[in-house]
């Protein structure tokens, strides 16, 4: 490779959108519910009881939609789908950021800009550490330092420093997925370890038997239709009303991210009514 081609890689990788999904869960526990994003990933473990979903592609990468709004959209669907938190970790050449997403509650977020100045809400830390059981005084504390200004430190610093602190809680990202990195050497990384395993769509009929098995014994399995529980239908038709103007909402705008919510809440709540009208009534 002549220098003018290294230096033009080296200038590529410096601005290329890079993206992780890390969720509170197994690596079991996150397989079968992945795949209702629809995107081909790359899922293994990230320490002690959590997971890192690396995308093998996305929107951004042709420029359709932005890094931050897809992974917004993705951390959504899925944390609404299941019952442990989703942790959405993006970068871009302009920002980092991250998105917590927890059930139906609302998504709190934090953005730095490139150079690492903190560009977010200050509660935002502090609503981070209650979703995710932090120390609310030492806990707190460290995340509170990363909203404070640091020469020392870029957008993607700001992030591996999010990371150290989480690390209190067992997360353990693997040799190379490093906030900063490009997408393939991301993808590299995943592949690279012994457990990894792809995720991809296998269809509706594989996501029924897929969701059964992921919410039976979870704390939300009453309020799912297989459960016999009388607010199931409820929770299944508020899904659907809700994924209905969302997924509207995504395609009027063309946020693939916001469009995956939606579809995943229709989805999910669409399979639940079909279940509970072809349950056997006592």
């Known amino acids: 490779m002549s220098t003018e ?5 080296a200038r590529a990788d410096a601005v290329a959108p890079g993206a992780l999904l890390l969720c509170r869960a197994l690596p079991e526990s996150v397989a079968p ?8 990933m790359l899922l293994t473990r990230a320490g002690e009881g959590w997971s890192v979903l690396v995308p093998e592609g996305g929107p951004w990468l042709a420029g359709v ?4 709004r897809v992974l917004t959209g993705w951390a959504t669907a899925l944390a609404v789908g299941a019952p442990w938190p989703v942790l959405a970790l993006w970068w871009d050449a302009d920002r ?13 977020d934090y953005v730095w800009l490139s150079g690492g100045t903190p560009a977010g809400e200050d509660e935002a830390m502090r609503t981070f550490a ?9 806990g707190l504390q460290a995340l509170e330092r990363l909203t404070e200004p ?3 430190a ?7 420093g999010l990371l150290d602190v ?8 693997p040799a190379g997925l490093r906030p900063g990195e490009p997408a393939h050497r991301l993808r590299d990384a995943a592949r690279a370890q012994p457990d990894t395993r792809t995720i991809e769509w296998a269809g509706w009929r594989a996501a029924v038997g897929a969701d059964l098995d992921v919410v039976r014994g979870s704390r939300l399995g009453r309020y799912l239709p297989w459960s016999g529980d009388p607010r199931a239908r409820a929770l299944a038709l508020t899904q659907v009303a809700a994924g209905l103007p969302l997924t509207a909402w995504g395609l009027r705008r063309r946020s693939g991210g916001w469009t995956a919510a939606g579809a995943f809440l229709m989805g999910h709540g669409t399979l639940g009514l079909a279940y509970d009208l072809g349950r056997p009534r006592d």
């Open 5 to 9: 081609e290294f230096q033009a890689d």
């Open 33 to 40: 519910v992945a795949p209702l994003l629809r995107e081909r």
């Open 65 to 68: 939609d932005p890094v931050d």
């Open 96 to 108: 980092a950021g991250c998105t917590l997403a927890s059930g139906f509650r609302r998504p709190v």
């Open 130 to 138: 209650a979703r995710l059981g932090l120390d609310p005084v030492l």
């Open 150 to 152: 640091d020469l020392t």
């Open 154 to 160: 870029d957008a993607p610093a700001r992030l591996r």
């Open 166 to 173: 989480l690390g209190r809680e067992g997360v353990s990202l």
